[in-house]
């Protein structure tokens, strides 16, 4: 028999015939493996049943169903029926192995802890656990995800699975489990975690980016068809699949952090979950995909993966150190990665190039004893032609390995098949779109209402010309977040879920519609007005900076029908702005930075605006702003605590002064002559905070906040943005830095920021204000983050003190800044648009601390220091050395893991100046090296810095006394490029010591 991937004819017995082979295919290879009993189908005989291979085994059958269902007959209605009903007996019987493990999902829930995740793999014929927790590694959240997506795929195409209101609970319950994907490093596709197999777990672009496809595929889904009401409606907060693309797009085009290229990423780019949203990054993407990983039998999995290779020594699990390199240009190919490509070629309609993927996939067949082509799982090298394979990649026969065939590969052949000779479209298989996820859609136009608090500000808006009504007088209601919160808790809410499984975040999408219940209406105030009484609050340009940044999200990142809507309420405080005028005087001109507004109305905002449907309603009443909070709250929100629960000691203290500035230099003295006064005062030191904060005295409100040890409600939150950008975050200097790489609890960060704010208090609050600017800034702008690994938080805020007094030392003047400065001071350092006080350009001195203080590094640095790495046996600086081994013998040049191994390695010197003078030497060196006869074992260089310097102090003045380092002032303030530049100097003493 031969592959029948192609039409034979345009009559219908033929196409009858054509058909028939693919089931006869389907039935050798698939479904007779589906158990009679429990329906699921296990990778090969005899063996357990994973998620993910079941799954993908259902997609094919259900392929076929579809297939059947348009050529209809009478010859093919049982063939119809039985595959119908297949699918959905597999798909439940997945579903009672994953219900029967409803606990693990509320453990999961609160505990992210891998020990209690869903099983990976489950008994065949049971249905029961294979396995114990601690036996395999089962939190693998892109199978769980797939699951999701695929329930939710079967159902919209007619085919209902779930059947009960416990059941929808249930998989209501399954989307919290995986939206913690964006946040959750797990084991993976290849069910290892890092590729050193150590069960190290690790952020993965495929976990993240098949939740996040699941997330938008089952949203506002009604899981009982069209038999189904409101109660059988899966309800997902919007902002969870917007965290997990944004965390995606932080990854890709890598896989994780010791993968920097991975083939599992095709099962996210294209089908099932086309999950990019972005063309650029898809195409790159792709083209890295190819470049780096196709071979003449598929695809390798990831550089340097030595699974089922001939060297691969099977009696452990784990590699040893150093041992990856072992395996270098004889990883095995596997042939399914070339389907995920056929199929998603079929999809994108480019024909010719699918009919050439579809003649390769045919050639990598083995044919059974009927004839029937079966996928195996890979090709690798034969242990007599490793080293001929070595030395001339791809130039030796490779030998089909592993499971023939391969369930998971077998699948996807079947799919691209009936395809192929057009059996099924794309619609069939993907009826809820998608595919069509990297098409552009259209910006939304924000509409945004005002609310007076009293009648001057009624007052103010008449003057402006510009719809405000009453909040007191309001017909709708206005809602605060704590009661948005509520709302989402409820939802989707039965007798097994518990208010502890719901979400507790608000996000500015879910503050950007309106709730309905019966005929209540009710809108929101933004998220971010919760923190209203945190200092930085108090500056009114940052709410309007908060509000800006929300325009352009909101616009670009809609996801409902209708409007997104951001209700203000005018305060007297804001009134007597000038930067509330400028403000809102932009936005009546109908567009505002590139985003498109609208002035207007609550009633007129209504009609146009997005309702989300409310299940029940939670005791609200009224506070005395017209705002309604939930009826347990009191009523002043409790926005802010302090860490430090103080108390007065019964005695009164004077702080006399007739401003918040002069008490506090009286209280500065207290606490000189007596160390616990601010234990023993505590409410004097609150009562100073208050009046400095009416005043708006910055360096006193920040002062008296570290001191009170005050914490802003989302720093956490904040934290946690940063860090899952694939970023660090470290505290402290020198021999006491520590560094953040995965989110910490709120109890772990405050420790973090006391730990390290003993010596300089204030630093309590610079620490929380600092990070929550850069998440700010990281939102609304990633690329000015580009080539920043590890933020140093100490060094950033000596870089801000030396900026604004000249004195890295002395913050005096930066916590004079208002919030907005300090803001904007931060945004256009990392910008590079920071200026001296009479406009001129930077020094080349300042250029340098800027990026050494950010750890910004220039584009290929990591590649020319890898290249130096292979050359030698290590680097040395001054005594600190970085070896070559293990680093390149286990890592790739691209690996995140590498750039962490160089960053701690660079992070060691002792100033940011000569830690960017270094790099300079390293670029140098990295651009020189084809042209170097030879390179020590190990390359010292300090020794090529300072005899660069040496030949610079030959050729100019210098000033002996003013240095850093034994490096003059002048060197580092002398630009890299031109005659004169460093870089001549360099290059110069690199052809003295090695030409």
Same mark, same amino acid.
């Given at each position: ?66 297939? !059947? ?100 609970? !249930? ?221 001339? #990649? ?11 065939? !391969? ?69 709708? #209601? ?28 608000? =996000? ?82 109908? =567009? ?152 910490? #609890? ?180 990295? #651009? ?68």
């Amino acid at each position: 028999a031969v592959v029948s991937t192609q039409s034979t004819g345009s009559s219908e017995s033929s196409i009858e015939e054509n058909l028939l082979y693919w089931y006869s295919l389907a039935k050798k290879t698939i479904i007779e493996a589906q158990h009679p009993v429990t329906g699921l189908i296990s990778a090969h005989p005899g063996s357990d049943t994973w998620v993910r291979d079941c799954t993908y085994a259902i997609h094919s059958i259900w392929a076929l169903s579809l297939a !059947f269902e348009k050529q209809l007959s009478d010859s093919n209605r049982s063939i119809h029926h039985e595959l119908k009903y297949r699918t959905l007996k597999g798909m439940r019987g997945l579903f009672r192995c994953l219900f029967n493990q409803k606990d693990k999902v509320d453990k999961f829930n609160g505990s992210q802890s891998y020990l209690d995740s869903l099983h990976a793999k489950y008994d065949t014929s049971t249905g029961k656990t294979a396995v114990g927790d601690d036996q395999w590694g089962h939190l693998q959240l892109d199978a769980t995800s797939l699951f999701v997506l695929t329930l939710a795929q079967i159902t919209s195409s007619g085919y209902v699975i779930v059947q009960t209101l416990q059941e929808v609970d !249930f998989i209501q319950r399954l989307v919290l489990y995986i939206h913690y994907a964006y946040r959750t490093p797990d084991f993976g596709v290849y069910e290892r975690g890092d590729k050193n197999n150590r069960g190290i777990r690790e952020l993965s672009a495929c976990s993240v980016g098949m939740a996040k496809a699941a997330l938008v595929a089952i949203r506002n889904l009604n899981l009982f068809g069209a038999q189904g009401g409101p109660k059988s409606v899966i309800y997902v907060p919007p902002d969870m699949s917007r965290q997990c693309n944004r965390v995606l797009e932080a990854i890709l085009p890598r896989g994780s952090k010791s993968k920097e290229i991975d083939s599992s990423v095709w099962s996210i780019l294209s089908y099932p979950a086309f999950a990019v949203e972005k063309d650029e990054l898809l195409t790159q993407c792709k083209e890295n995909l190819k470049d780096s990983l196709e071979g003449q039998y598929g695809y390798k999995r990831f550089l340097l993966d030595g699974y089922k290779t001939p060297l691969e020594d099977t009696s452990r699990l784990h590699y040893n150190l150093g041992e990856l390199r072992n395996f270098e240009n004889i990883e095995c190919e596997w042939p399914i990665y070339l389907i995920y490509e056929w199929i998603d070629e079929l999809f994108s309609k480019n024909i010719e190039t699918a009919c050439k993927i579809k003649q390769k996939v045919e050639s990598l067949m083995v044919f059974d004893e009927d004839g029937y082509p079966l996928v195996p799982e890979l090709y690798f090298v034969p242990l007599d032609k490793v080293e001929e394979e070595k030395a001339n #990649s791809g130039s030796q026969v490779r030998l089909c390995g592993g499971k023939i065939p !391969f369930i998971w590969a077998q699948s996807l052949f079947i799919v691209a098949g009936l395809m192929h000779n057009d059996f099924i479209s794309a619609s069939d298989i993907d009826p809820l779109n998608r595919r069509l996820s990297a098409n552009k859609k259209p910006a939304s136009i924000v509409q945004i209402v005002l609310l007076s608090s009293n009648e001057r500000c009624q007052e103010f808006a008449e003057e402006h010309q510009i719809p405000c009504s009453s909040i007191i007088n309001n017909q709708v #209601s206005v809602i605060n977040t704590n009661v948005v919160a509520q709302f989402w808790r409820d939802i989707g809410l039965t007798s097994l879920a518990t208010n502890n499984s719901r979400p507790q975040r608000v =996000s500015s999408l879910q503050t950007s519609v309106a709730y309905q219940f019966e005929n209540k209406i009710f809108v929101a105030l933004p998220e971010y007005s919760l923190m209203s009484s945190y200092y930085n609050n108090l500056d009114n340009e940052i709410f309007i900076q908060k509000t800006i940044a929300r325009l352009s999200y909101l616009s670009s990142q809609w996801c409902f029908s209708g409007r997104p809507l951001i209700v203000i309420i005018l305060t007297p405080e804001m009134c007597f702005e000038k930067a509330t005028s400028r403000f809102l005087d932009t936005l009546k001109s109908g =567009s505002f930075q590139g985003v498109q507004v609208k002035l207007c109305s609550i009633q007129t905002a209504l009609t146009t605006s997005f309702k989300q449907q409310l299940k029940c309603l939670p005791p609200l009443t009224k506070n005395q702003n017209g705002v309604y909070i939930l009826s347990h709250q009191s009523g002043k929100l409790k926005c802010m605590y302090n860490l430090m629960d103080g108390s007065s000691d019964g005695t009164e203290a004077q702080l006399i002064g007739e401003n918040a500035s002069d008490r506090w230099d009286c209280l500065t003295k207290h606490m000189r002559d007596e160390p616990n006064f601010v234990e023993n005062r505590f409410q004097e030191v609150e009562n100073l905070y208050n009046l400095a904060s009416q005043e708006k005295c910055w360096h006193v409100i920040r002062h008296c906040s570290a001191l009170l040890c005050k914490v802003h409600p989302s720093i956490s939150e904040s934290v946690l943005h940063i860090l899952v950008t694939q970023r660090q975050i470290s505290f402290g200097e020198g021999g006491n830095e520590e560094t953040i790489s995965h989110p910490p #609890s709120t109890a772990e960060f405050l420790d973090y920021i006391q730990r390290h704010s003993k010596e300089k208090a204030i630093l309590f609050a610079i620490y929380q204000e600092v990070l929550l600017y850069l998440c700010e800034i990281i939102q609304k702008n990633p690329a000015l983050f580009k080539g920043i690994l590890r933020i140093r938080l100490d060094l950033l805020i000596r870089l801000i003190a030396k900026e604004t007094s000249g004195d890295a030392d002395s913050f005096d003047q930066m916590c004079m800044l208002r919030p907005i400065e300090f803001y904007q001071f931060i945004s256009k350092l990392l910008s590079g648009g920071i200026t001296t006080s009479e406009d001129e350009e930077l020094t080349w001195e300042t250029i340098r601390y800027i990026d050494g203080s950010l750890n910004r590094l220039p584009k290929n640095f990591h590649h020319s220091l890898y290249s130096l790495l292979n050359l030698t046996s290590g680097i040395d600086i001054n005594g600190n050395v970085i070896h070559s081994f293990p680093l390149t013998n286990e890592m790739t040049a691209g690996e995140p893991q590498f750039a962490i191994s160089i960053s701690n390695w660079l992070d060691k010197l002792p100033n940011p100046q000569l830690r960017q003078l270094y790099v300079e030497v390293i670029m140098i060196l990295g #651009s020189l090296q084809k042209m170097i006869k030879r390179f020590p074992e190990l390359i010292e260089l300090h020794t090529v810095l300072y005899q660069a310097h040496d030949l610079f102090v030959q050729e100019c003045v210098v000033d002996p006394t003013d240095h850093l380092c034994g490096i003059s002032r002048e060197f580092y303030l002398t630009p890299p490029t031109g005659q004169y530049g460093t870089l001549s100097y360099l290059t110069q003493a690199i052809a003295n010591l090695y030409c």
